[in-house]
């Protein structure tokens, strides 16, 4: 059993166990491909995700372990098999993972707690405003960790608090789960219309009115107003819905390109979390009726097809409202 393992060897994961590996911890990254797993041993470069980047001699490589701390970085859409395939046993667990599980709506958490056999008292979230490559890079950032337990989250807070990487605690956790996956969706709506040449105010509503659907959607799940000004918040759907760097936000301007979905993900380096997010927040907004025509029509720009400019008109001509 190692002490840490970074469950999922794409950007952010591989950010992440750099990190602490620099910091001196032991920490192993682990990837389900023992071919990706020989490379990284021989190189201490995974030049698919962070080009150029030379690794700590700290860090090991292994395919998945058991571990003290597992720290997941694996789309939700594959978490769960992930989990289940590999038989992982963790005493704690932080979930990476933005994403909301189709078919039972679940947020990371919620997959882990199933899997894992954990409680909420072992489980803890990071989040916020955080490219891995600047993350990699050293670059100044700022970042929440989240759980209802304070002590994990504390202990989490100095294991991950660098000099470039400054972290703050929560005890929302559901909010800042939903939050994470909401934003995505927010950031293909204004990747379609900076794609589209639609101008900056056309930007600037879609994020305002966004923000309202996303206030919606994760108080129903039982977060809390408060988390929408945090840098989990406010700080990541500005971030995801402006930063060039953002696959959720490359997705949308390919979309409005006329590219396929299968076209884009064959140019993209890791899956865009939005894709599958959308999905499962469509259905579960019909649901539970909640208002969310900005992600209606990105579930129906995305699923079927529509033209992007029938979808503007629609959002223009609804009935009118006050804010």
Not at 209 to 214: D, P, T, V, Y
């Amino acid at each position: 059993m190692y002490e840490i393992c970074v469950y999922g060897a794409g950007s952010w994961g591989t950010a992440v166990a750099n990190l602490l590996a620099k910091k001196k911890f032991n920490v192993c990254l682990c990837a389900r491909d023992e071919k990706l797993v020989l490379r990284l041993r021989e190189t201490h470069h995974n030049n698919k995700y962070l080009k150029d980047i030379h690794l700590s001699q700290n860090l090991v490589f292994d395919t998945p372990k058991n571990a003290q701390m597992g720290i997941f970085a694996v789309p939700v859409k594959y978490l769960r098999d992930f989990i289940e395939h590999f038989s992982i046993k963790v005493d704690a667990a932080l979930s990476l993972s933005k994403g909301i599980e189709d078919e039972t709506f679940l947020p990371p958490s919620g997959i882990l707690f199933q899997t894992l056999g954990i409680t909420k008292e072992q489980f803890a979230v990071l989040s916020g405003p955080n490219f891995a490559l600047e993350v990699a890079l050293e670059l100044p950032t700022a970042s929440v960790v989240a759980s209802s337990n304070r002590n994990l989250a504390k202990k989490l807070q100095n294991m991950f608090n660098t000099h470039y990487f400054r972290v703050y605690t929560s005890s929302d956790y559901i909010g800042v789960e939903y939050l994470g996956a909401l934003k995505n969706i927010l950031a293909i709506a204004c990747g379609i219309s900076d794609g589209l040449n639609l101008g900056q105010n056309a930007r600037a509503a879609l994020i305002t009115r966004g923000l309202a659907e996303i206030l919606r959607t994760y108080k129903y799940f039982g977060g809390k107003s408060k988390t929408m000004l945090s840098l989990a918040g406010i700080g990541d759907i500005v971030l995801t819905a402006t930063g060039n760097l953002s696959r959720n936000r490359i997705l949308g301007l390919k979309l409005a390109q006329g590219l396929s979905i299968d076209e884009i993900l064959n140019q993209l380096n890791g899956v865009p979390e939005g894709l599958n997010t959308v999905m499962a927040v469509f259905r579960l907004s019909q649901k539970y009726s909640i208002e969310t025509p900005i992600i209606n029509e990105v579930y129906n720009i995305i699923v079927n097809k529509k033209d992007p400019f029938e979808s503007i008109s629609i959002l223009m001509n609804r009935p009118l409202k006050s804010e």
